[in-house]
């Protein structure tokens, strides 16, 4: 008669290392192309002085030039493109002590490089997206844009005047500037002037004392 089976004895010693590992195998079969990512593209930009985009850039909304008001001290010292249509959410109609913002007028009075009579009306803007696009370059002192980018358009340097209050950025506006219709009544607000090159530091030539400076906006 057979016996029982006996305990289980207790482990060995652990052996020696193995060998060396075998050769890489051949790649495997590539894989099938997943789907098309909805990555982020295309750049926006403002078009001042136009209600409309060229090109393939398409209209994102359309509206006015505001800023400060040439004669107060503080506020905001950048030009916005305000659209024609404001939503509001909580508000008082009562006239507060706090930051204010207006429409922008053209001040070029005798000097016409556009192809308007722009003096004394109101500036509107356009906001305009290109698609194909990622980058945007506004070019100042040039009318054309560096090898590689794209001219979305071109036109004149304009800011407040340089003896008012308050400081304000530069802008390039169309050289076929439009302006808002029946809105010649020289209300002032925020204003829009030319602007001149100045020699000293900055080197005449190649720039001239007393030009007027042009610019272009480049998408690339």
Known sequence: IAGRDGRKGDFGAQGPPGGNVGKQGYPGPKGQKGQEGQGLSG?????????????????????????????????????????????????????????????????????????????????PCAVCFVRSRGSQLMMPARNDCPSGWAKEYHGYLMTAHYGHQST?????????????????????????????????????????????LTCAVCTK
């Open 168 to 212: 304000r950025d530069f802008i390039c506006v169309d050289w076929e500037a439009e302006y808002v219709p029946g809105s010649q009544s020289d209300k002032d607000g925020a204003l829009l002037y030319l602007v001149q090159g100045g020699c000293g530091s900055l080197p005449c030539l190649p720039y001239v004392s007393g030009r007027e």
């Open 43 to 123: 750049v926006s930009y403002v078009r001042w002085g136009r209600t409309r985009c060229e090109g393939d850039g398409q209209i994102v909304y359309t509206g006015i030039i505001g800023s400060g008001a040439y004669h107060h001290r503080g506020g905001g010292g950048n030009y916005l493109c305000l659209p024609n249509d404001p939503k509001y959410d909580k508000y008082t109609n009562s006239w507060e002590t706090t930051g204010a913002i207006y429409g922008t007028e053209y001040e070029v009075s005798s000097l016409y490089p556009f192809t308007n009579n722009l003096h004394n009306h109101d500036a």
